[in-house]
């Protein structure tokens, strides 16, 4: 096999053109996860649509809109009951997302014996990319930049300084629920070419590599884009190769590529650091 | 059908040899998850327990592969993912969360990899969703130190745990480290998920750990009393999930996952609606902290 002949597979081309058109979303969206301190939420967005896409496929279903369906009543509980603790968050975060997968197994191992499908659902297919896919991811990266460029301004604020924000009169919590919402809408987008457990591959990882490497919001959102259509594509090339999962082996390449990064940066720091040091000695 | 006949039902699976070694199991696994999950659950770790037990997935399969027992695989990948998270956690401008997500999805993809590899034996959904009804001789007496070592431990540092847990910078007064004793936290949650992580699976693990406690939380606000019930509770519904899950031949860790899920949601439900009809704070009110 030649180094490029994957890519030469009709079905490989469909999911290379998937993880391209997610990349505009899942980098422009990630950034936000990153910067606003959103991983958990969407790690347990990506959890929660497990049993609607377990229900889609028992049933014959579209598996997008019953993700969708299950993913945003998943999101607005978890909103709705972690406000009426006040801080417990992480703990109703934590048992709804163990709860989501325990429902997914049961129905999917007992009410319709999907078998090995679970393992698709769970760390995503190359071939389960079809056209409807595509046009999602399409959609998803529009709202994702027009979000961006309208409501940038106020996620901003709202991040550096809440209390500041709502006293300069930004009324904080509508911006707000938009961006849980599109971060939402956008991982379910993603949920067939990465599966649910490794949603925060595309959304978090590439996203929190190009952090370590830029200050500038500008630069952090070009650079989650481009990080997320490289990794998707090495780890697309890399799972036709070893017959892998394309979930897995994305996962795998982006968290290489951040530790390279992190690696990389630590001595940068140690130099920058120090210079001032041994000029002045 | 009479009271005793129904009783007569639900008692019925526990006359099986195989439910009578799961339900041992599920005993240990009600106590070890109970008491640490109590002090996971008041020091707000349960992001890095629920994420510490999915990160065990690539040392699991190794283990699976060059059979090992499960034990060290577990306790390996637990040390490297918590290694991990604690570097990442290093890098400025990272936040926590970011930090876990990034060392987790990093584990799963490099556990799903090794996993389907063709010379992997076991099946990867036993791994992910564990195997309640598959726990060893080995696997029980593991658990029986455990839970023995755990309680010790918890008994000794109990009012250092405390004092932390409440107040940082007094106890830092009095004499006790803080970053020693959040270590020491850790420790214990790696030794609870050692127990936990072959029987409930890497992603169910920490259903057994923080559900229990939340519950018990949301009844009591003292310390004592919130281990008592958390391990009541624990090994309560560990018994009713796996007694659900042969009466309704269902997947047996999930299920348990589940009985306990229902049991904080049913808690949760009664103290939202209490506090409703409570005339200080009227629907739409500010959250109680």
Do not use: K
Not at chain 1, 59 to 84: E, T
């Amino acid at each position: 096999m030649t180094v490029l002949e994957p890519f030469l597979f009709p079905f490989v081309q469909r999911s290379l053109a998937e993880i391209i058109l997610l990349s505009v979303a899942a980098g422009l969206l990630g950034s936000w996860v990153v910067l606003r301190g959103l991983a958990f939420f969407t790690h347990a967005v990506g959890h929660g649509s497990f049993p609607g896409l377990v229900l889609a496929g028992g049933l014959g279903l579209p598996p997008q809109l019953c993700a969708l369906v299950v993913g945003l009543l998943f999101a607005g509980g978890l909103q709705r009951l972690s406000r009426a603790r006040g801080g417990a968050y992480d703990v109703v975060t934590a048992l709804l997302l163990i709860g989501a997968l325990a429902v997914g197994v049961i129905l999917a191992s007992d009410v319709f014996h999907s078998g090995s499908d679970v393992e698709t659902l769970l760390f995503g297919s190359l071939l389960a990319v079809g056209a409807q896919d595509l046009v999602l991811a399409g959609v998803a990266g529009l709202v994702a930049l027009a979000a961006s460029a309208w409501l940038g301004q106020a996620w901003l604020a709202t991040g550096f300084d809440p209390d500041g924000a709502r006293q300069l009169g930004l009324r904080s919590a509508a911006p707000d629920a938009l961006l849980l919402l599109l971060v939402a809408v956008t991982a379910i987008a993603a949920l067939t070419a990465v599966g649910v457990l490794l949603v925060a591959a595309l959304f978090v990882v590439p996203a929190a590599t190009a952090r370590l490497l830029t200050r500038s919001l500008r630069a952090l959102q070009a650079g989650a884009v481009l990080l997320v259509a490289a990794e998707g594509t090495a780890g697309l090339w890399l799972s036709v190769r070893i017959n892998a999962p394309p979930g897995a082996t994305i996962a795998l390449v982006s968290g290489v590529v951040f530790g390279a990064a992190a690696a990389l940066r630590a001595p940068v720091a140690l130099i920058v650091a120090s210079r001032p040091v041994s000029r002045g000695g | 059908m009479s009271p005793a006949d129904l009783v007569g039902v639900l008692v019925e699976p526990f006359t099986e040899p195989i439910v009578q070694r799961a339900a041992a199991g599920v005993v240990l696994l009600g106590i070890v998850g109970g008491l640490a999950g109590c002090w996971v659950v008041l020091y707000g770790l349960s992001y890095a327990a629920e994420s510490l037990a999915h990160g065990s997935l690539p040392g699991l399969v190794v283990a699976v592969a060059a059979g090992l027992p499960l034990l060290i695989g577990t306790s390996g990948g637990l040390l490297v993912a918590a290694a991990a998270i604690a570097l990442v956690a290093r890098v400025p401008a990272l936040g926590r969360d970011t930090a876990v997500s990034i060392v987790i999805s990093t584990m799963l993809g490099l556990g799903a990899l090794l996993a389907l590899a063709p010379s992997t034996p076991r099946g990867l959904a036993a791994l992910l969703f564990g195997d309640v009804l598959g726990l060893s001789t080995a696997d029980l007496a593991v658990g029986v130190v455990v839970a023995a070592l755990l309680a010790v431990l918890l008994a000794v540092f109990h009012g250092r745990l405390l004092a932390v847990g409440f107040d940082r910078e007094t106890a830092a007064r009095l004499g006790v480290r803080p970053g020693l004793v959040e270590l020491l936290l850790l420790v214990l949650l790696g030794l609870a998920l050692v127990v936990v992580v072959p029987a409930l699976g890497n992603l169910l693990a920490a259903a057994i750990l923080i559900g229990p406690a939340a519950t018990a939380r949301l009844v009591t606000r003292r310390v004592p009393a919130m281990l008592a019930v958390a391990v009541l509770l624990a090994v309560g519904s560990g018994l009713a999930g796996l007694d659900a899950s042969y009466q309704l031949s269902t997947a047996s860790g999930a299920t348990i996952a589940a009985t306990i899920l229902v049991v904080y949601l049913l808690a949760l439900g009664g103290v939202m609606l209490r506090r409703r009809s409570a005339p200080s704070a009227g629907p739409g009110g500010p959250a109680v902290r």
